[in-house]
């Protein structure tokens, strides 16, 4: 039911009684007074207010509402926030019970910051738009049941609005609803985005979706998302001729489909628009497998892809072979993020083989999602394998490893101590492992090898210093002592980076890059930091690696260091003597021009 807005009390009494209100006495908790002095200070985390009727956790503020609190307040500091953006209804009063709920709807109307608006409540829906007055709302989103009136009340509130984003998901639309709303989008020209998830579209559906995309010619469409739903083959290849029209269009999401084959997506791929799309969501179309070399026949056509989800289609070790020589062929320079996740019929054979793209020269991948698939020790070293020599990944999403050999797979990949050569051309770039699940972490053995990645400029230095107190220097015996003032270079950069640099560690601190090598400079109190004498300590660290490392070159050649040494010392002595000779010679030349005179 739409509350009218002659009800409960009208805005002047609110603006004679603000100064004098008090917060405690206007709510029902200490945390909703919070939240509403948040709102009149402008301080409110993101910009966003949730109004919901119970005290689930949230991230953001949120107003768990009930009898004791007063709607009519809340609304009117809406109204006069100038900084809140987005707005979350996830519930409605009474209006039976809750006299103050049109001033509450009052306040709303009379905001005119708020850009983001989300539905959870149908009802909330229908009195906030039946009132809407806010020039400056660009996203708009309905996570609520929409029947036939609901649908009706949305498609005329669409005729007055200038949306970036349209979002739809868990509406219930039958396919008459469905059509009301897409026949009233034709005004929305300047839409982004258009997503329809979690719904019934069928084939019907598709055709009076690709219908309005035909005529409407959408020149700013940039994200087309119809997760969920019903679309098979039939409707996939309705759409395609709405699909072809959206020339600016980067994103497109079918997740979900389970009735789409790869045939389908065969026409779809035949397609000239996909050549611009920058990700593709094809999760949990479990018949994509059936006839699997249809969609890597299509990776060719795909000149910009650089996200690509496959979750939950349940490919097999053969098929993610074949993805990944298809990937590595077409799209790996391109490609920055890939999501396998949910195929339990990937086995540590089929991890391995995505070598053959992460090893690849030209790889930019930079996140790869593995989580719900059961991680093994097998799969874990078959994954570290993989990822060897990978110069590109930065975030790693998997389930924690079953035992700690697994996880050790990942320590060695990030650090291999056993030469310093190995050290050196370890993984330098994965700054992230994330477990999926609750509870689960990444032990400090691996963490603290992520962390040091994120300061890739001197991270090889610091993991060789870390692991390495004698430097074995036989390799470099071929250049002989040609090699030395290569050797001081490296140490004195390694100086500078155990002194110089800094960094903030988990608890705020700025430190000193070298505080990281805990095996290398003594544990210190992080209370007494700026007693810590961190030149005194790096000098202990490089001084007897430095000498040592020297030691070696003239334990090893003798004969070439003395023979430097007397060379050196014969070269100054020939200087001196030149010098003295010119110094005879001028004074020689003087006494003759004396004479002369």
Avoid at 101 to 126: C, D, H, M, P
Wanted: hydrophobic share 35%.
């Amino acid at each position: 039911m739409v509350i009218s807005l002659e009800k409960g009390r009208q805005s002047c009494y609110y603006d004679k009684h603000a100064q004098d209100v008090q917060l405690s006495a206007i709510t029902s908790n200490s945390e909703n007074a919070t939240v509403i002095r948040k709102l009149c200070t402008n301080d409110l985390k993101d910009k966003q207010l949730i109004i919901k009727d119970d005290d689930r956790f949230e991230l953001n503020d949120f107003i768990s509402i009930n009898q004791d609190d007063d709607l009519g307040w809340l609304g009117y500091f809406i109204g006069k926030s100038e900084t809140l953006q987005k707005l979350t209804l996830c519930c409605w009063p009474d209006e039976k019970e809750r006299v103050d709920a049109a001033a509450f709807a009052t306040g709303i109307y009379r905001n005119q910051s708020i850009q983001r608006l989300e539905f959870y409540s149908s009802v909330a829906f229908q009195n906030v738009m039946s009132c809407r007055n806010n020039s400056n709302l660009t996203d708009l989103s309905l996570c609520c049941n929409i029947e036939g009136g609901v649908a009706q009340s949305l498609a005329l509130a669409l005729g007055g609005m200038s949306l970036k984003l349209f979002h739809l998901e868990h509406n219930s639309l039958d396919s008459d609803s469905f059509d009301t709303i897409i026949k009233a989008l034709i005004s929305q020209k300047q839409l982004e985005r258009l997503h329809v998830m979690f719904n019934a579209i069928d084939p019907r559906g598709c055709e009076a979706l690709s219908d309005l995309l035909v005529s409407w010619r959408p020149q700013n469409l940039r994200e087309l998302v119809l997760g969920h739903n019903r679309i098979n083959d039939e409707g996939l290849r309705c759409l395609i001729p709405g699909i072809s029209e959206c020339c600016n269009l980067r994103w497109l999401g079918l997740t979900g489909n389970e009735l789409v084959t790869s045939a389908g997506l065969r026409s779809l791929f035949e397609e000239a628009v996909i050549r611009n799309l920058n990700g593709l969501s094809l999760g949990h179309i479990l018949n994509i497998t059936e006839g699997f070399d249809h969609l890597v026949w299509g990776l060719p056509n795909f000149q910009a892809l650089q996200y690509l989800e496959l979750e939950g289609t349940n490919i097999d070790d053969e098929e993610l072979q074949t993805l990944s020589t298809g990937i590595a062929t077409y799209l790996s320079s391109d490609l920055r993020e890939l999501n396998l996740s949910d195929n339990p019929y990937i086995t540590a054979d089929g991890l391995r083989s995505l070598s053959t793209l992460l090893q690849s020269e030209s790889c930019c991948l930079e996140v790869l999602r593995l989580h719900n698939m059961d991680i093994t020790d097998e799969k874990a070293y078959a994954l570290a394998d993989a990822l060897v020599g990978n110069t590109s990944l930065e975030k790693l999403v998997i389930n924690e490893p079953t035992s700690s050999s697994g996880w050790s797979a990942f320590s060695r990949l990030l650090c291999n101590t056993s030469t310093i050569s190995n050290t050196h051309c370890s993984n330098h770039t994965l700054t992230q492992i994330h477990c999926h699940g609750y509870g689960e972490e990444v032990p400090r053995s691996v963490e603290r090898y992520l962390e040091m990645n994120k300061y890739q400029e001197h991270v090889a230095t610091t993991k060789i210093l870390m692991h390495h107190p004698v430097f074995n220097m036989e390799t470099f015996f071929q250049w002989k002592l040609k090699f030395l003032p290569v050797l001081f270079a490296w140490f004195h950069e390694a100086m500078s980076v155990l002194i110089l640099e800094e960094l903030t560690d988990g608890e705020g601190y700025r430190l000193p890059f070298g505080y990281l090598v805990g095996e290398l400079l003594s544990e210190c109190d992080t209370s007494k930091l700026e007693s810590v004498d961190y030149v005194s300590q790096a000098c202990d660290v490089l001084l007897p690696r430095m000498l040592s490392s020297v030691y070696q070159f003239v334990r090893a050649m003798p004969l070439l260091v003395v023979d430097g040494y007397c060379s050196q010392d014969l070269t100054r002595g020939s200087r001196k003597r030149k010098r003295i000779l010119q110094q005879s010679g001028k004074m020689s030349n003087g006494r003759k021009r004396a004479c002369s005179f």
